[in-house]
């Protein structure tokens, strides 16, 4: 925290002294995902991109870098600040039943995932690790699995607990034949979460490991059931999504949909942390300029974060699904332009 000191005095002698202590905000960090997790490098190169989010299932055998990724190792050193997204759905791995396997001498046997999430009618629902699994401990070796890669890596990343709770558990889920509507699923979650966060907090991690619960912010009850300040305590980050997909909707109003909700509804523990976007975009057929809606970006962060906390401390752009840049070089110069302006320098 700096300091200035203001010292006035008039003709006849008298003196008035001011104290001011001031703190100058870092920069947001502007980063990026690349569709698959693919090697966003050639994207990066050339622009002010400094964070980057990438997704594994716990499932998945190579968690950290991942498979084929040694990239991510690279781009880490660099330091570029990585959000990597854990799941407990299932993916990455074709084997969906018991896992065995042996970490650091220590053989673990784990069950097959319990759970369906992202129950939306007409669908295929995706299978996932049940929280009263997790609960029970029977997925300790998948966390144990993780931990051990994560330390191989040289460098702390911000691990997010989930993609989004919130679609996860729209139409409720189901774990071992027991159906869970939405307000459950969400308690449930908040209980695995904790289990999760304690339980790799009770172990050696890497200097600058941080911790946040991924949701995609855009239900106002669940996002209030979802970070209690007993949760909080033990995450750094708040975290919400951020797209544009309707023809109406501007830069400010979606960033601070959210923060308005947690400004209104969360407790102060909450509200202390800085807010991680992990993902945000704009939708191209409702934006067929997308390069001017992107430029609108920075000036929305920079009010949102004057008005006071939660203050956005990273967005990443996320080049895929509904923020798929189309001409993709006209998108990713948008961007690099956005990254090269205040509140990114």
Not at 173 to 179: H, K, L, M
Not at 228 to 243: G, R, S
Not at 324 to 332: D, E, H, Y
Request: charged share 15%.
């Amino acid at each position: 925290m700096a300091r200035v000191t203001v010292t006035v005095r008039d003709k006849a002698g008298n003196a008035a002294t001011a104290i001011a202590d001031y703190g100058i905000a870092p920069p947001v960090l502007g980063g990026y995902y690349l569709a698959g997790n693919a090697d966003p490098t050639a994207d990066l190169a050339g622009g002010n991109f400094r964070s980057l989010t990438q997704y594994r299932s716990f499932a998945d055998g190579y968690t950290f870098p991942g498979y084929q990724k040694t990239w991510l190792t690279t781009l880490g050193q660099a330091g570029i600040q990585i959000n990597m997204v854990l799941e407990l759905k299932h993916y990455g791995n074709s084997n969906t039943g018991a896992q065995t396997f042996t970490v650091d001498g220590v053989t673990y046997t784990v069950p097959a995932p319990a759970m369906t999430i992202q129950q939306q009618p007409g669908t295929t629902w995706p299978k996932a690790y049940g929280y009263g699994q997790v609960l029970a401990g029977q997925c300790d070796g998948l966390f144990a699995r993780a931990l051990s890669q994560y330390r191989t890596l040289g460098f702390g990343v911000n691990i997010q607990l989930a993609s989004e709770l919130d679609t996860d558990h729209q139409y409720g889920t189901t774990e071992s034949g027991v159906a869970y509507g939405w307000v459950d699923s969400d308690a449930r979650a908040v209980q695995a979460v904790t289990y999760i966060v304690n339980w790799f907090k009770a172990r050696s991690l890497p200097a600058g490991t941080t911790f946040s619960v991924g949701v995609g912010g855009w239900d106002r009850a669940s996002y209030q059931r979802t970070h209690p300040e007993a949760l909080m305590a033990k995450l750094d980050f708040l975290h919400w999504n951020v797209y544009a997909t309707s023809p109406g909707d501007t830069a400010l109003a979606r960033f601070r949909r959210t923060k308005d909700w947690a400004v209104a509804d969360l407790g102060p523990v909450a509200l202390s942390r800085p807010v991680l976007i992990g993902e945000w975009g704009v939708r191209v057929a409702e934006f067929p300029d997308q390069a001017a809606w992107i430029a609108t970006v920075p000036p929305a962060i920079a009010q949102l974060n004057a008005a006071g906390r939660p203050r956005i401390a990273r967005t990443n752009y996320f080049n895929s699904g509904w923020g798929t840049l189309s001409p993709k070089a006209t998108g990713l110069a948008a961007l690099r332009a956005a990254y090269a302006t205040p509140p990114y320098v």
